[in-house]
Every structure is written in C-alpha cells, then in structure tokens.
C-alpha cells in the first residue's frame, strides 16, 4: 500500500530520502539541503509530495507548483522521482493523482510536465494517466551560464 502525503517538515528522514533520490532522477544537481527543502515545503503555491509504504519508508517524490497567470491557475509537476527498488509498483501513478487532485483543488485549468523521451515507463504512465502531448518548444535559458 502507498500513502502519498504533501510534507510539512523537513525532518531528518526526509533529507535522508532525497539524498537517496535526487541522485537516482539527476547526476548535475545535488539534493536539497535541510533548510533548502524546507523552503520548498514552505513556499506558497508548492506542494512536496512524499510517497510512503506501510513502513513510511519513502519511495518516491513529487513536486508541485500551482500559480496564477492572467489566463488562469495553472500547475507544473516537477522532479518526480521514484525509488528504483520501488518502481513498477504504481508509485508514480499514486504521487501524480494525488497531484492531480492537489492542482484541482487549487483551481488549475492544466497542469503540465515535461519528461525525457528516454523515461519509456514514466513516459507510458503519464499518457495511460490522461497527460497529452503538447506542440510547443520549450525553451531553457541559464542564467548560470549566461
């Protein structure tokens, strides 16, 4: 059984997971430190969806981003993440509903998301999901770089 929950805490176990995660979704970007991911959990209009099993083992996050644009609320879901150990067992599934229903709440018309074609079951859940294929460019500017 997976419990998906927002976090309100970041607690020693939660920074414990991401530090176990972040490395399994990105090699260039280091988890979040304690105080970094309290300040996502803390942020207005951000959820940090954490996915349990029955031992609160966490097996996977989500992050979502709801705000206000003139056209509407709209909602972005981000660095999703699942245990390796864990994937294949509807962890993903359970941390995108959940942000579905968040970004419902919250009066979103869309919620977006963007994933590397490279992801085929992450990429296969999503469209099994509802989640469509959209004709746009994303572009990336970085303001590290430049």
Do not use: C
Request: glycine fraction near 6%.
């Amino acid at each position: 059984m997976v419990k998906v929950v927002a976090a309100t805490s970041a607690t020693p176990e939660l920074v414990d997971a991401f530090a176990r995660l972040i490395p399994q979704l990105s090699r260039s970007s280091p988890p979040p430190t304690a105080a970094e991911l309290q300040a996502m959990i803390d942020a207005p209009g951000t959820s940090v969806l954490v996915a349990t099993a029955d031992d609160d083992t966490v097996l996977g996050t989500l992050t979502l981003v709801a705000f206000r644009i003139p056209t509407g609320v709209r909602a972005w879901i981000e660095d999703v993440v699942v245990d390796e150990a864990a994937r294949g067992q509807g962890v993903g599934e359970a941390l995108t509903n959940h942000a579905l229903d968040v970004a419902r709440a919250a009066g979103a018309k869309t919620v977006d998301l963007t994933s590397r074609p490279s992801r085929e079951a992450a990429n296969r859940l999503y469209q099994r999901l509802g989640f469509t294929l959209r004709e746009t460019n994303v572009y990336r500017y970085d303001l590290e770089a430049g």
